[in-house]
């Protein structure tokens, strides 16, 4: 029975790997920095035993250290760690937003995810085994759109950061990988920060290429667990699934907008 610790698990992606580790007979520690979020979560799993929930604010890097030591306590040690938890950006050009906003984006989905890192590779030396994912997103692969420069950055950053992680724990026994989730609609879809209904096209294209998170879920968990190598990436839309869904689009009519 593995040991999973998920930051950021309160919704979305974060809480359907939750549940598919679960599932499949995992112990789980999920965790928020919102404890309203982290009770519904708790909540939503309560049919559960073996999860534990812990609150984590991921731009504090003694909060992360108290994840993994909660984690330890309860389940002996940690084989995943998941560095999840992620924020979007105000739908703005750069110089439209605030240094607050500027530091609360790099600050979770980069610097968030490189002290999660840096937790999990200690621990797990010193335990002598474990793996370690990081999430990607839009601007992993260089693509660009207005008012996302400043999430595309951090993105793209994240994408850097785990290929020179993994690079540097080669020979240690820790596995480093990177988690490709392509197009889902969650929160961060339906419910903006900036509470702009979503445009016609971009709904359009989300229904094309777009799953909900349990699907892209299962992919990921099921592979993550089966994984021996280091420097992987699990990529769920890949170049033949988008192609696939592109060519059968006409007669494939898909609302994930419910």
């Not at 309203?36 to 604010?57: F, I, K, P, T």
């Not at 992620?86 to 750069?94: K, S, T």
């Not at 992919?219 to 033949?240: G, K």
Request: glycine share 8%; charged share 20%.
């Amino acid at each position: 029975m593995k040991k999973v610790v998920i930051t950021g698990s309160t919704r979305g992606l974060g809480l359907s790997m939750a549940r598919c580790f679960l599932e499949l007979r995992c112990s789980v520690t999920i965790s928020g920095r919102n404890p309203a979020n982290l009770n519904a979560a708790q909540q939503v799993l309560q049919g559960y035993s073996n999860v534990d929930a812990v609150l984590c604010d991921v731009q504090q890097s003694e909060q992360l250290q108290n994840l993994w030591q909660s984690a330890q306590m309860r389940w002996g040690r940690v084989d995943y760690w998941i560095n999840n938890a992620g924020i979007a950006q105000l739908h703005q050009p750069l110089w439209k937003l605030g240094n607050e906003e500027i530091e609360n984006v790099i600050g979770i989905n980069l610097l968030g995810t490189m002290y999660g890192c840096a937790v999990a590779m200690r621990g797990m030396l010193k335990q002598g085994s474990g793996q370690i994912f990081n999430m990607e997103g839009f601007g992993s692969n260089d693509m660009l759109r207005p008012g996302m420069s400043l999430y595309g950055t951090s993105k793209r950053a994240v994408t850097y950061y785990t290929r020179a992680l993994a690079r540097e724990a080669e020979g240690t026994g820790i596995l480093v990988g990177a988690l490709s989730p392509g197009m889902m609609v969650t929160d961060f879809i339906k419910r903006p920060r900036d509470n702009q209904p979503v445009d016609k096209q971009t709904r359009r294209i989300f229904n094309i290429l777009g799953d909900k998170p349990e699907t892209v879920a299962q992919y990921l968990v099921e592979r993550m667990l089966s994984n021996q190598r280091n420097n992987v990436r699990l990529v769920w839309l890949s170049r033949s699934r988008m192609m696939w869904r592109f060519a059968t689009s006409a007669v494939t009519k898909r609302e994930l907008f419910d």
